[in-house]
């Protein structure tokens, strides 16, 4: 499985940026994905995550009613819409993926999956 993530840039404050990754190798639709992202000086974090074949979806709670992520099955293709940036949203984002479900305690590790996309800076400035 190989990811590819693009759409990183620079935004202003409140505005909105999406965040795509493309995947190639396995139908995404039987993978779980996810999203991190680490700013600098900073640890990788978790943003959010979607189980394969309609499993469950989770966000970290800082960007709840923010960011949204999805798949589109027909184009093999994981997005991130990321809205109202703040400059804390400032970070490299990364997509991750697995093919087994994670339990809603396990979703964050960063461990737990095998398939790591490059990384995309998002810069959240005026």
């Known amino acids: 499985v190989q990811l590819q993530a693009c759409g990183g840039g620079l935004v202003q404050p409140g505005g909105s940026l999406r965040l795509s990754c493309e995947v190639s190798?396995?139908?995404?639709?039987?993978?779980?994905v996810a999203w991190f992202r680490q700013a600098p000086g900073k640890e990788r974090e978790a943003v959010s995550y979607?189980?394969?074949?309609?499993?469950?979806?989770y966000y970290r709670s800082s960007v709840k009613g923010r960011f949204t992520i999805s798949k589109d099955n027909a184009k093999n293709m994981v997005y991130l819409q990321m809205n109202s940036l703040t400059s804390e949203d400032t970070a490299v984002y990364y997509c991750?993926?697995?093919?087994?479900?994670?339990?809603?305690?396990?979703?964050?590790?960063?461990?737990?999956?095998?398939?790591w996309g490059q990384g995309t800076l998002v810069t959240v400035s005026s």
């Open positions: 979607k189980g394969s074949r309609g499993g469950s979806t």
């Open positions: 991750a993926a697995r093919r087994n479900n994670l339990v809603a305690s396990a979703w964050h590790d960063s461990r737990q999956y095998g398939y």
């Open positions: 190798g396995e139908t995404v639709n039987y993978l779980t």
